[in-house]
């Protein structure tokens, strides 16, 4: 045990709030106990015995660790903590002063404390470190004061990071170690070539706490479906299919809302330590997952300890160096960086293998000089100066005749140099395996007998230098975990030296074996194949797993993930040669990257240019398997940007290859898009017959939303349907077509197919004129849109239901609403529907009284409805124009707005539009007798619309009972 050394004079004093009780070694704020470890205490009393004069660093490094080989680092870190302490700023210090260059002083105003009788002289003793760990005092004590918080409800993201070799393993194995009882997830990120699979640690994680708590599988079912979807072991066939048929259309946002409510679930019942180690190899998924939970608001008892490679994050510009900084600033995370061993830790280091030894200064600065002070390396050289002899002078020799290694590489290249042939015949292959290998996967590839090969491997762990079983759960059978290296530098340097030529051939050899393993069932991911076949030199095989890699990405709710694999693959394209095969590839990685951009970034360029390279290539290759999958996404996309024209000619293609083809889910493709198109540009009857066309196709055929929609095809077809319907005047049978598509919807229980019937009943409600209706369907949608993270109803929902306030009372309000979701809707590329949508908010300015910014903003919507030609509103655009003009006092313009409204309807072959517009014109009694004839027409040939608030008024303005 080790005690703090005690001053002849021990300080007792008062300073800001604090009491420094030196001969008790308390250091107390208001009364409370205030945690510090003995260094850093020695410290703060060093300094507080002379307020306000400079203390060099060398005279703070003597007085405190009394002369012994340490170097300023170790300062810096105590004077850290001694901050983190006393609550001090450094850039705006109220107890400590840094004198750059030179040392610190005490400034706060201290005054003595009035003697009291000493109960105790006893100093708090720290227990020795082991020799397996040595030092890290501060860092230890500082992951335990974080348990400690998190366990008391406080959630904590706690950074541990540091360079190769530096100790951040032993010392999380340290500190768990010193956990005992506790419930603990721990996963490891792997290096990757180009992007990992989503989410990678963190589903390690939580499936090796599924093994030891039996609990946890039935919490995701209820709580974290889509987590659950990750982990199929978990579940049977028929569970799977549920799950996969359920979350079709859910966006990556809802995975992380659903960790966040597992979390606090799970932590209801026991605190939580979650680890993530190697976290520079991490994928972006599990980044965005560490920043949702540290933001998330309420109690949970979560400690989250990451740990990374400071350069490896710096150098590359990972994404978890921003992460990082905006957390500490917002404090919303803890850092510990790890320092290489000083002279006194690697002294202590020494001290377990040979006590005479670490009393030899010059040895021990020997053996920092050359290892630099990192742990693996003062380790591994002090295994070798040491073996086979017990001779203490004997070992002084040999270090001291052995060359001085010139960096950290050269000490590992030393011991590659000692292996045997077979040795590092296995080494090298294992170096090409990313992460953890299994030792059947050598055998395979290196054509080795399993047994021998498995042998060989247990010396190396038993030579504790190269290799290591991999951690799994409590009373799992060791001799089935698979192997890693002891450190990634290892395999890195073992990796390097391989000659090129060599490294291609085993990666080939690698990526054989595995491929042979998929066959059988093992879990490959084709990622990892992808990897190998590359630097295996064999693009057009790694091509065919990016592209499956992309896809299962996309069914993980990961869009970013495929965007990343997809980009590198394409990059790799251009190393092939032309033919169909290249070409086939391109489509189905453009449109995999075309869909995934779509889902993260709306209708913008990268999803607009993705999809056109897939369907410029579509002409070499027209029975291409993922064609209607592209046409459609591609036909959606265009009438989305407001492009009606082009979306039409995509529309046409589908059509004349599925006509020679004989494809029913192209045409539905074709159908669909040319009657969304025909719907926005107001051309009703053709629309009508298009949508009936697909209806049937899809009424017919067996058609999964995944082949061709984000929804179902019949309940997409059923609310499109609905509207032509009403435009045309049949509101019963348009009222029927929602009911069948609401009872389908809530039977698939799929959140995109909800959205979409969601949507179009909305647009039914709005043309009925029905407030209440709409008001309530947009907070139903809202709810939806959250619950699922569904990005393309986020701003329609708010629109709808800014335009049920505008007419419930509430005009600015609602005007507000509108203008923010369409400024949103429009940042991300989308214009389809935006003449509806200022004509929204021209309304909401003309009900708040405002009548000139509402005409402002219908010019906006007529200017933008004959830019894109979409008439679909135009008759309500002009009904809105003719009450500005009354609103301004013109009732002859008035009246000519509305005769153009009832002109447009009449051209639309929308008799419903023609009867609102007829009225109003009947209303302002300026209309003429051929008008009236013709309101009284459509009284007689509208009779599906006879409770309707526009039949009641008609009837009234005619005089006539309203027709049976």
Request: charged share 25%; net charge negative; glycine share 6%.
């Amino acid at each position: 045990m080790v005690r703090a050394q005690c001053h002849p004079n021990p300080l007792r004093i008062r300073f800001v709030g604090f009491e420094l009780d030196e001969a008790n070694a308390r250091l107390s704020r208001d009364g409370e106990a205030v945690a510090l470890a003995p260094t850093p205490f020695s410290l703060l009393c060093e300094l507080a015995r002379q307020p306000g004069a400079l203390l060099g660093k060398d005279a703070l490094l003597d007085a405190v660790w009394g002369h012994r080989f340490v170097s300023e680092s170790v300062l810096k870190t105590a004077i850290s903590d001694l901050r983190a302490a006393l609550g001090d700023v450094p850039r705006q210090p109220r107890f400590i002063e840094t004198v750059s260059r030179r040392g610190y002083r005490f400034i706060a105003t201290s005054s003595p404390m009035p003697l009291t009788p000493m109960l105790s002289s006893i100093v708090p003793e720290i227990d020795t470190p082991s020799s397996s760990f040595v030092g890290r005092v501060a860092s230890l004590a500082r992951l335990q004061r974080t348990w400690v918080q998190a366990q008391g409800g406080q959630r904590a993201v706690l950074w541990l990071a540091g360079e190769p070799g530096i100790g951040k393993t032993t010392l999380i194995e340290h500190f768990i170690a010193g956990l005992d009882g506790i419930a603990c997830a721990r996963g490891h990120c792997v290096e990757h070539f180009g992007t990992g699979e989503p989410y990678l640690p963190v589903l390690e994680a939580i499936a090796g706490l599924c093994r030891v708590d039996p609990a946890l599988p039935a919490l995701l079912r209820t709580v974290a479906p889509t987590w659950l979807f990750q982990l199929p072991w978990l579940s049977t066939a028929q569970e799977r299919d549920a799950l996969r048929h359920e979350l079709v259309g859910v966006g990556p946002e809802r995975m992380l809302r659903e960790m966040g409510e597992l979390l606090e679930r799970y932590t209801e019942q026991r605190p939580l330590l979650l680890v993530t180690e190697d976290l520079h190899w991490s994928d972006r998924a599990t980044l965005q997952l560490i920043d949702y939970i540290a933001r998330r608001r309420g109690r949970i008892r979560l400690m989250w300890l990451a740990s990374f490679r400071v350069a490896e994050v710096v150098a590359l510009e990972h994404p978890l160096s921003s992460l990082r900084h905006e957390l500490r600033l917002q404090r919303l995370c803890e850092e510990v960086l790890l320092d290489p061993f000083s002279e006194s830790e690697i002294a202590d280091y020494v001290a377990a293998h040979s006590v005479s030894l670490a009393r030899d200064e010059a040895f021990v600065r020997a053996l920092h000089d050359r290892t630099d002070g990192v742990p693996l390396f003062v380790s591994s050289l002090l295994s070798e100066v040491m073996d086979g002899s017990d001779d203490d002078a004997t070992v002084e020799a040999r270090l001291a005749n052995q060359a001085v290694p010139e960096n950290l590489a050269a000490i590992i290249d030393h011991y590659i140099a000692k292996l045997g042939r077979q040795a590092r015949e296995l080494l090298s292959a294992a170096a090409i395996c990313r992460g953890d290998f299994r030792v059947e996967t050598l055998a395979l590839a290196l054509e080795r007998d399993l047994v021998s090969l498995a042998h060989d491997c247990e010396e190396l762990v038993r030579g504790r230098m190269w290799l290591t079983r991999s951690r799994g759960a409590d009373g799992e059978d060791a001799s089935v975990l698979p192997y890693s290296f002891r450190h990634a530098l290892l395999r890195q340097v073992l990796y390097d030296r391989t000659p090129l030529s060599l490294r291609v051939r085993l990666h080939h050899q690698v990526a054989v074996a595995l491929e042979r393993e998929r066959s059988l069932g093992m879990p490959v991911a084709a990622s990892e194949l992808a990897m190998h076949f590359e630097r295996a030199r064999q693009p057009m095989i790694a091509l065919r797993y990016y592209a499956e890699a992309a896809e299962t990405a996309l069914s993980h709710f990961s869009p970013a993930s495929t965007i990343g694999l997809t980009q590198q693959a394409l990059i790799l394209m251009q190393y092939v040669p032309g033919g169909p095969e290249r070409d086939a590839l391109e489509i189905t990685l453009s449109t995999l990257q075309g869909v995934a951009a779509f889902q993260t970034l709306g209708v913008g360029h990268q999803a607009a240019d993705a999809f056109e390279r897939a369907y410029t290539l579509l002409v070499a290759v027209p029975e291409h398997p993922m064609r209607g999958r592209l046409l459609h996404g591609f036909g959606y996309l265009l009438s989305l940007r407001g492009d009606y024209a082009h979306a039409l000619a995509v529309a046409e293609r589908a059509e004349a290859l599925s006509c020679r083809s004989n494809d029913s889910l192209l045409m539905l493709a074709a159908c669909v898009v040319y009657g969304e198109v025909f719907h926005l540009q107001g051309r009703t009857q053709v629309a009508r017959r298009w949508i009936e066309r697909a209806l049937v196709i899809a009424e017919q055929e067996d058609i999964r939303a995944s082949e061709i929609f984000a929804a179902d095809a019949q309940v997409t077809l059923l609310g499109m349907l609905a509207i032509e319907l009403l435009r045309s005047g049949s509101l019963v049978q348009g009222r029927s077509c929602l009911l069948r598509a609401r009872l389908r919807a809530q039977m698939l229980r799929q959140p995109m197919t909800r959205l979409v019937i969601g949507w179009q009943e909305v647009l039914f409600e709005v043309r009925m004129g029905n407030t209440l209706r709409v008001a309530a369907l947009a907070d139903d949608m809202r709810a939806l849109v959250d619950e699922h993270s569904l990005a393309l109803g986020h701003a329609a929902c708010r629109w709808w239901r800014g335009w049920a306030d505008a007419r419930n009372g509430a005009p600015d309000e609602g005007y507000q609403r509108i203008r923010s979701a369409l400024d949103e809707h429009a940042g991300l590329g989308m214009r389809s529907g935006t003449s509806e949508v200022l004509g929204y908010a021209a309304e909401a300015l003309l009900l708040a009284g405002d009548s000139t910014a509402a005409k402002a903003e219908l010019e906006e919507a007529l200017r933008v409805s004959g830019e894109l030609g979409e008439r679909v509103y135009l008759p309500q655009l002009l009904l809105l124009e003719a009450a500005i003009a009354r609103a301004q006092g013109c009732p002859e313009a008035s009246a000519a707005a509305v005769r153009r409204a009832v002109h447009e309807a009449r051209a639309q072959g929308a008799p419903w539009l023609e009867l609102l517009a007829l009225v109003e014109l009947c209303a302002q009694c300026d209309a003429t007798d051929r008008e009236r004839q013709a309101m009284a027409t459509l009284v007689e040939q509208l009779p599906e619309i006879e409770d309707s608030e526009p039949m009641a008024r008609a009837c009234s303005l005619l005089q006539v009972a309203i027709p049976a």
